[in-house]
């Protein structure tokens, strides 16, 4: 199964996560199938920002968002 889903990224104690679409099998910072957008947590308020285009692209091919992504993609718009 496909899965939007969030990918860790920067330093230690300063992370910064990438909105991927990736096989539900492969690990969290692994292989993925297109980054679709990022969001950062550190940033007051928090900064998302996405290609809704994309998101409704996978999302009509059977893509599932995880909880926190479809959370995320509902406070930004693009669900």
């Known amino acids: 199964m496909v899965k ?3 990918r ?3 330093a230690k104690k300063n992370p910064y ?3 991927v679409v990736a096989d539900s099998r492969s ?3 692994g292989r ?3 980054e679709i957008g990022t969001y950062d947590p ?3 308020p ?3 920002t996405v290609n809704a285009e994309r ?3 996978w999302i009509g091919n059977g893509a599932q968002p995880t909880d926190t992504v479809r959370a995320l993609l509902k406070k930004a718009g693009a669900l």
């Open 4 to 6: 939007i889903r969030l």
């Open 27 to 29: 690990p969290r910072d």
């Open 55 to 57: 998101i409704k692209y």
């Open 46 to 48: 928090s900064e998302t």
């Open 32 to 34: 993925c199938i297109e």
């Open 17 to 19: 996560y990438r909105i």
């Open 8 to 10: 860790r990224m920067g």
């Open 42 to 44: 550190l940033k007051t």
